[in-house]
């Protein structure tokens, strides 16, 4: 059937047919597009934690490791993982549950004057990998989010990242991309085609983490509270 012949879409955008939209006919339209997509949400996440969550609990253990030895957390994204990417370094820097410390952590994608510089000098390519090498040591931790897994920036600084013996946690979507592919300590997959559904469970998946992290860290709590 071609799309000029669907009666969903001719449903939902009827003037494309020379008729008007009927009101009733479109809000039940749009009301079971929102069940819809409701529906695959919550199967997206169900589905992914079913399979990953004893490598979750993994990925909890190996950033609450990096916290043990003093280390500190680096995130990395491009487009609307790069909010994402933020949202992690602001959950361990700012903790919103009372009685849990704040923990250094550093979002790469926040110098806008580093990132354009690397980008116009020497390729976008670049723009994490340079502050890896500048910023990051040994039994520090990098998170890095791509929803398609494959972008390049995020790959190069995830391959330095390993031979400077950082912790590389990457979550990806659909297969997960090249970041599957060049040996991450942890790499955490939601398994969907749906863009907006692996953001979605990337949120769920961190907010999980850092939750975890802080459960695990509870008798460190003394040694790891920052100075106020």
């Known amino acids: 059937m071609s799309a000029a012949e669907d009666p969903n879409l001719k449903g939902l955008y009827p003037f494309l047919h020379g008729k008007k939209q009927d009101p009733s006919s479109m809000n039940a339209a749009l009301l079971e597009s929102v069940a819809q997509k409701s529906a695959h949400h919550h199967k997206v996440v169900d589905e992914f934690f079913a399979k990953n969550g004893q490598e979750v609990v993994a990925t909890a253990g190996a950033i609450a490791d990096v916290y043990r030895r003093n280390g500190r957390l680096f995130t990395m994204g491009n487009g609307g993982s790069s909010c994402d990417a933020a949202h992690v370094a ?33 390729g976008f390519q670049h723009v994490f990998v340079r502050q890896v090498i500048a910023q990051a040591r040994r039994g520090d931790g990098l998170v890095g989010l791509s929803t398609s897994g494959n972008s390049d920036n995020l790959v190069k600084a995830f391959v330095k ?53 802080h ?14």
């Open 215 to 228: 459960t695990l860290l509870a008798d460190n709590r003394g040694s790891l509270a920052v100075s106020q």
């Open 90 to 122: 602001v959950e361990f820097l700012h903790p919103v549950t009372a009685g849990r410390v704040a923990l250094t952590a550093i979002d790469l994608t926040a110098d806008r004057t580093m990132m354009s510089a690397v980008a116009n000098d020497v």
């Open 161 to 213: 990242a390993k031979e400077m013996g950082v912790i590389t946690i990457g979550l990806a979507g659909m297969s997960g991309g090249e970041m599957a592919k060049v040996g991450l300590d942890h790499c955490l997959v939601v398994e969907t085609d749906s863009i907006h559904r692996v953001q979605e469970c990337h949120v769920i998946i961190y907010h999980i983490l850092w939750d975890l992290v």
